[in-house]
């Protein structure tokens, strides 16, 4: 592995850049590498790892039982990738993807925008790889704002990456595996937990049962349910949580919750919200790939063929931001992905391509029994994902509430887009990770139609936001100069 | 669909931006049965993406009237649309960075004086520092255009399609214009779902207007161009009005929020068959660097977004306006060659009155479709010379 760490050490053009150094971006850079195929992957974290083996090779938190036998499984890959011939940039942000211009026509290769320690430069790509993982689903309660309320996986980057246990009395609520194993990573830490509220709607329990009952023989069964009985036993779990809210004056003094009807407080100092993951499309959708609605796991998707992918040529998308699965499913999606970007690299036949596939669509086929269940289960209700609430705020960046959102619909604001036109919501730094799928799903709520037919913001670059500096001192090329003289 | 199954309208809209949506509007208001026909939604393009910069500053002469006309209907464009669409007029400048620039200025301003237009006014050092403070000690002077401003695009031009609605005009989204033909005194207008006809026909159709043109055997130079623009995260606010330095390229605007909007020229690459544009990073980064030397608080700013608009450009930078040449009963309205955005409540205005009337007193004759065909008549003549 070759580490880069400066802006000027990138080189002009790669065979494949691989964005995310998850197990998705690790296991495919791996692999590529292996076939002779000339990689780089970029990451904006300082460790290879992505979010489920954050810092894995870096971290404080060496007492193996707190951060779980999973987490350490991340050194592997780490180990694997830091032997290969693959360059790796670390703290870089890649701020747009794009099929790059050759003179004044549309060119083959893509335009890759990074930018490392403040200083940005454009890259080129033959393929791409688009490995980013996933994100938090928005929790929008009513005082969600409030500081002293944050979600749950970034406690976990914190545990993670500088060992950092929160102070005071905490309550953690929503629903979702990661949730529980968050619990159980700050339990074993020695956190001071007051209570999980869990929003996990009853009804879910029956239809996931029968929509699955394979969950019985699935893999995430025993480790489920190992996870259920640490926190169940360690911590006062209360389910059937209906409604939350999150109070104080200027920071959180209090959760307020229903159950059954009854409201409940409880004073706390940190409350950390998580209501399941959902693929990062940020760079997906502005690159221009088609994507879908799911309707179980709630949240889109982009549309991906048997190898991974997209509908743009030369882009394929591996790992959580094709569809959450996991981090062993990650790693073989990623690779599945890279044998693809292979054969149209010409570095292997199709031969081999489907050769060395098969034994990973099988454990793909082995990975996915029960997966569903966990879908199913986790689905979070309607009341946490459409807030009902008029003052809750929808989008923090641009402070639009749910109150406007809704009388907007009215108006005639007939998806995000014109959403984002009449009330800038989206429109913030953030943009739109935190009220995207909030937006889309309040719309669908008011018009009666379905999400599929509302759709997602169209995302403009940069995905990420970048210095005016950055920008300026992007290295001249002679096209720009002539531009200008004209 | 036969004849007889046709909707019948006085006249129909080709193309849902600005240009249309405001014709709709006021044909309405002249009492004329109204159908706009719109291939992607209302908004979709120039229209809803631009910079909205609502300015007569350094227009070319050949559009002035129209764009003093327009300023006028800016100015109480609530009355109109039951919108204020964002519209703020802290007027508009334009830095001579040079003595040489200002001397430029100084000339134009005797043009313009000598014709009677006295929407621009020209300014010393001091004046330009106290409108904007923020730039350069060195700037000599400039122009300012103070009943100019900024509004918002997409409201803009969704507000001229509401308001045209209530009035009863029938605004088609997702259907296109394929195919034109006459049909005895008519023209019959084939979309892909639908048959229209109507004695009238506007063709408002932005940068795809050249396709309508040719359908009626009335080919224009129009160029796709696709402008591009970024937004930068908020910043203390250090500037009121909209500046434009011509020298380089830019123009720039701070809207209440503190967001930044950059502009002023600097191209993409259109793809108008699949309603996409390439950005061209590394001219935007002549943009950026432009700003970083003028105003250097602007260099920790976040650009949160950049895009481009798919526009009509003429060889002449200005609009092509008026009667067709070849198809009686046909209007063009287009060409607005990246400052349309201003014109369309006037050229709306002008236009109903075209329609319904067959003549208006705005000088536009500077914007006719022949001008063209003369130049090409001409070059060619004086190649046989
Ligand atoms: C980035 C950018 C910045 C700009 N900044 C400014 C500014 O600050 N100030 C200013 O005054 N101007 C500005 N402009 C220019 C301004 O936006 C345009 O001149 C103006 O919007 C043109 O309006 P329009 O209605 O003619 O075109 P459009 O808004 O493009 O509308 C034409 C419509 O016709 C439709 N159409 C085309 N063919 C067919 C068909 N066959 N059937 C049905 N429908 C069809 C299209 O889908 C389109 O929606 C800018 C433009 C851009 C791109």
Redesign the interface.
Same mark, same amino acid.
Not at chain 1, 114 to 132: D, F
Not at chain 1, 214 to 224: D, E, H, M, T
Not at chain 1, 340 to 366: N, S, T
Not at chain 2, 249 to 255: H, I, P, V, Y
């Given at each position: 592995m070759k580490t880069i760490a400066a802006i000027e050490a990138f080189a002009d053009r790669y065979d494949l850049a691989i964005v995310g150094a998850g197990p998705a971006g690790l296991a495919a850079a791996s692999l590529a590498v292996a076939h002779g195929v000339d990689v780089v992957v970029l990451d904006e974290n300082a460790s290879p790892g992505g979010q489920i083996y954050r810092a894995v090779t870096s971290t404080p938190m060496t007492r193996r039982e707190i951060l779980g036998e999973d987490y350490w499984r991340g050194v592997e890959l780490v180990q694997e990738f830091s032997g290969s011939a693959s360059s790796y940039a670390p703290s870089t942000t890649v701020w747009n993807v794009a099929r790059g211009l050759d003179g004044d026509s549309l060119g083959r290769d893509f335009e890759i925008g990074v930018s490392l320690r403040g200083k940005a430069r454009l890259l080129r790509a033959k393929e791409v790889i688009l490995a980013t993982g996933a994100q938090e689903r928005p929790f929008p309660i009513p005082g969600w704002t409030l500081p002293g309320v944050m979600t749950a996986g970034a406690a976990q980057i914190a545990l993670k990456s500088s060992g950092l246990v929160p102070d005071g009395h905490l309550v953690l609520a929503g629903t979702g595996p990661l949730l529980y194993l968050v619990a159980a990573q700050l339990i074993e830490a020695g956190a001071s937990i007051r209570a999980l509220l869990d929003t996990t709607p009853r009804a879910n329990w029956m239809s996931a049962l029968t929509a699955t009952p394979g969950f019985l023989a699935s893999p995430y069964l025993a480790k489920g349910l190992a996870l259920l009985r640490m926190v169940h036993r360690r911590l006062d779990v209360v389910g059937g949580i209906t409604a939350l809210r999150a109070e104080g004056q200027k920071r959180l003094n209090r959760v307020a919750f229903e159950r059954a009807g009854r409201r409940t407080e409880l004073d706390c100092d940190l409350l950390l919200l998580h209501q399941g993951i959902v693929p990062s499309i940020n760079l997906s959708n502005a690159i221009g790939c088609a994507h879908d609605w799911d309707d179980v796991q709630l949240a889109f998707r982009p549309q991906v063929d048997a190898w991974f992918a997209s509908t743009v040529q030369g882009v394929a998308i591996a790992g959580d931001s094709a569809g959450i699965a996991g981090g062993e499913s990650a790693a073989a999606r990623g690779r599945i992905a890279a044998l693809g970007a292979a054969f149209r690299l010409e570095r292997i036949g199709a031969g081999q391509r489907d050769r060395d596939a098969a034994p990973l669509r099988a454990e793909l086929a082995l990975l996915a029994r029960g997966r569903r269940f966990l879908d199913v289960f986790h689905r979070p209700a309607k009341a946490f994902r459409v807030p009902s609430d008029d003052a809750t705020l929808v989008c923090r960046c641009e402070e639009v509430s749910a109150k406007t959102i809704r009388e907007t619909v009215m108006l005639g604001a007939c998806g995000p887009n014109q959403m984002k036109a009449f009330t800038r919501c989206g429109m913030g730094p953030c943009q739109g990770r935190l009220c995207g799928l909030t937006v889309t799903e309040m719309i669908t709520d008011a018009r009666a139609v379905s999400p599929a037919e509302v759709g997602y913001y169209r995302l403009r670059p940069p995905v990420k936001p970048v210095t005016l500096a950055e920008i300026a001192a992007l290295p001249q090329t002679a096209d720009a100069e002539k531009a200008v003289a004209r | 669909m036969s004849g007889a199954g046709a909707a019948t309208a006085d006249v129909i809209i080709i193309g849902g931006g600005i240009h249309g949506c405001s014709s709709a509007l006021h044909c309405r208001l002249r009492g004329l049965d109204v159908v706009l026909i719109e291939k992607d939604h209302v *908004?979709r393009h120039a229209s *809803?993406v631009n910079a909205g910069g609502v300015r007569q500053l350094a227009r070319d002469i050949a559009e002035i009237p129209l764009s003093v006309h327009s300023m006028d209907i800016w100015h109480r464009i609530e009355e109109l649309v039951d919108d204020d669409c964002g519209f703020t007029n802290e007027g508009q400048v334009l830095v001579a960075e040079t003595q040489a620039e200002l001397a430029l200025l100084k000339k134009r301003m005797r043009d313009l004086r000598a014709k009677g237009f006295t929407h621009e006014e020209l300014i010393d050092a001091a004046e330009l520092h106290r409108l904007v403070p923020a730039v350069a000690e060195s700037c000599p002077g400039g122009v300012v255009s103070r009943r100019d401003g900024a509004a918002?695009p997409?409201?803009a031009t969704?507000a001229f399609r509401?308001k045209a609605e209530a009035l009863g005009a029938v605004i088609r989204d997702g259907e296109r214009v394929m195919e034109i033909r006459r049909e005895g005194t008519s023209w019959a207008v084939f979309t892909d779902r639908a048959k229209y006809v109507a004695p009238k026909v506007i063709n408002a159709a932005g940068a795809w207007a050249d396709r309508i043109a040719a359908m009626l055997g009335e080919p224009v130079p129009l160029e796709v161009i696709a402008p591009m623009l970024?937004i930068? *995260?908020r910043m203390p606010a250090f500037i009121k009005p909209v500046v434009i330095l011509r020298g380089?390229?830019l123009s720039f605007k701070q809207f209440d929020?503190g967001t930044v909007l950059i502009g002023g020229g600097?191209?993409g +690459?259109p793809?108008r068959d699949e309603n996409?544009t $390439?950005?061209?990073?590394?001219?935007?980064? $002549?943009s950026?660097?432009t +700003?970083?030397d003028v105003f250097p608080i602007?260099?920790?700013?976040?650009?949160?977004?950049?895009?481009a608009g798919i526009e009509a450009r003429m060889p002449d930078e200005i609009p092509v306006f008026g009667a067709s040449g070849t198809s009686e009963g046909v209007y063009h309205q287009f060409g607005f060659s990246a400052h349309g955005f201003q014109l369309g409540p006037g050229a709306g205005s002008v236009m109903s009155e075209l329609v319904a009337t067959g003549h208006t007193n705005m000088p536009i004759h500077a914007l006719r479709i022949e001008r063209f065909r003369e130049n090409a008549v001409a070059r060619s003549s004086e190649d046989m010379e």
């Amino acid at each position: 592995m070759k580490t880069i760490a400066a802006i000027e050490a990138f080189a002009d053009r790669y065979d494949l850049a691989i964005v995310g150094a998850g197990p998705a971006g690790l296991a495919a850079a791996s692999l590529a590498v292996a076939h002779g195929v000339d990689v780089v992957v970029l990451d904006e974290n300082a460790s290879p790892g992505g979010q489920i083996y954050r810092a894995v090779t870096s971290t404080p938190m060496t007492r193996r039982e707190i951060l779980g036998e999973d987490y350490w499984r991340g050194v592997e890959l780490v180990q694997e990738f830091s032997g290969s011939a693959s360059s790796y940039a670390p703290s870089t942000t890649v701020w747009n993807v794009a099929r790059g211009l050759d003179g004044d026509s549309l060119g083959r290769d893509f335009e890759i925008g990074v930018s490392l320690r403040g200083k940005a430069r454009l890259l080129r790509a033959k393929e791409v790889i688009l490995a980013t993982g996933a994100q938090e689903r928005p929790f929008p309660i009513p005082g969600w704002t409030l500081p002293g309320v944050m979600t749950a996986g970034a406690a976990q980057i914190a545990l993670k990456s500088s060992g950092l246990v929160p102070d005071g009395h905490l309550v953690l609520a929503g629903t979702g595996p990661l949730l529980y194993l968050v619990a159980a990573q700050l339990i074993e830490a020695g956190a001071s937990i007051r209570a999980l509220l869990d929003t996990t709607p009853r009804a879910n329990w029956m239809s996931a049962l029968t929509a699955t009952p394979g969950f019985l023989a699935s893999p995430y069964l025993a480790k489920g349910l190992a996870l259920l009985r640490m926190v169940h036993r360690r911590l006062d779990v209360v389910g059937g949580i209906t409604a939350l809210r999150a109070e104080g004056q200027k920071r959180l003094n209090r959760v307020a919750f229903e159950r059954a009807g009854r409201r409940t407080e409880l004073d706390c100092d940190l409350l950390l919200l998580h209501q399941g993951i959902v693929p990062s499309i940020n760079l997906s959708n502005a690159i221009g790939c088609a994507h879908d609605w799911d309707d179980v796991q709630l949240a889109f998707r982009p549309q991906v063929d048997a190898w991974f992918a997209s509908t743009v040529q030369g882009v394929a998308i591996a790992g959580d931001s094709a569809g959450i699965a996991g981090g062993e499913s990650a790693a073989a999606r990623g690779r599945i992905a890279a044998l693809g970007a292979a054969f149209r690299l010409e570095r292997i036949g199709a031969g081999q391509r489907d050769r060395d596939a098969a034994p990973l669509r099988a454990e793909l086929a082995l990975l996915a029994r029960g997966r569903r269940f966990l879908d199913v289960f986790h689905r979070p209700a309607k009341a946490f994902r459409v807030p009902s609430d008029d003052a809750t705020l929808v989008c923090r960046c641009e402070e639009v509430s749910a109150k406007t959102i809704r009388e907007t619909v009215m108006l005639g604001a007939c998806g995000p887009n014109q959403m984002k036109a009449f009330t800038r919501c989206g429109m913030g730094p953030c943009q739109g990770r935190l009220c995207g799928l909030t937006v889309t799903e309040m719309i669908t709520d008011a018009r009666a139609v379905s999400p599929a037919e509302v759709g997602y913001y169209r995302l403009r670059p940069p995905v990420k936001p970048v210095t005016l500096a950055e920008i300026a001192a992007l290295p001249q090329t002679a096209d720009a100069e002539k531009a200008v003289a004209r | 669909m036969s004849g007889a199954g046709a909707a019948t309208a006085d006249v129909i809209i080709i193309g849902g931006g600005i240009h249309g949506c405001s014709s709709a509007l006021h044909c309405r208001l002249r009492g004329l049965d109204v159908v706009l026909i719109e291939k992607d939604h209302v *908004g979709r393009h120039a229209s *809803g993406v631009n910079a909205g910069g609502v300015r007569q500053l350094a227009r070319d002469i050949a559009e002035i009237p129209l764009s003093v006309h327009s300023m006028d209907i800016w100015h109480r464009i609530e009355e109109l649309v039951d919108d204020d669409c964002g519209f703020t007029n802290e007027g508009q400048v334009l830095v001579a960075e040079t003595q040489a620039e200002l001397a430029l200025l100084k000339k134009r301003m005797r043009d313009l004086r000598a014709k009677g237009f006295t929407h621009e006014e020209l300014i010393d050092a001091a004046e330009l520092h106290r409108l904007v403070p923020a730039v350069a000690e060195s700037c000599p002077g400039g122009v300012v255009s103070r009943r100019d401003g900024a509004a918002i695009p997409f409201r803009a031009t969704q507000a001229f399609r509401r308001k045209a609605e209530a009035l009863g005009a029938v605004i088609r989204d997702g259907e296109r214009v394929m195919e034109i033909r006459r049909e005895g005194t008519s023209w019959a207008v084939f979309t892909d779902r639908a048959k229209y006809v109507a004695p009238k026909v506007i063709n408002a159709a932005g940068a795809w207007a050249d396709r309508i043109a040719a359908m009626l055997g009335e080919p224009v130079p129009l160029e796709v161009i696709a402008p591009m623009l970024m937004i930068t *995260g908020r910043m203390p606010a250090f500037i009121k009005p909209v500046v434009i330095l011509r020298g380089r390229k830019l123009s720039f605007k701070q809207f209440d929020n503190g967001t930044v909007l950059i502009g002023g020229g600097h191209r993409g +690459v259109p793809l108008r068959d699949e309603n996409i544009t $390439v950005l061209d990073w590394a001219k935007l980064a $002549v943009s950026a660097r432009t +700003v970083a030397d003028v105003f250097p608080i602007m260099r920790t700013a976040h650009i949160l977004r950049a895009w481009a608009g798919i526009e009509a450009r003429m060889p002449d930078e200005i609009p092509v306006f008026g009667a067709s040449g070849t198809s009686e009963g046909v209007y063009h309205q287009f060409g607005f060659s990246a400052h349309g955005f201003q014109l369309g409540p006037g050229a709306g205005s002008v236009m109903s009155e075209l329609v319904a009337t067959g003549h208006t007193n705005m000088p536009i004759h500077a914007l006719r479709i022949e001008r063209f065909r003369e130049n090409a008549v001409a070059r060619s003549s004086e190649d046989m010379e």
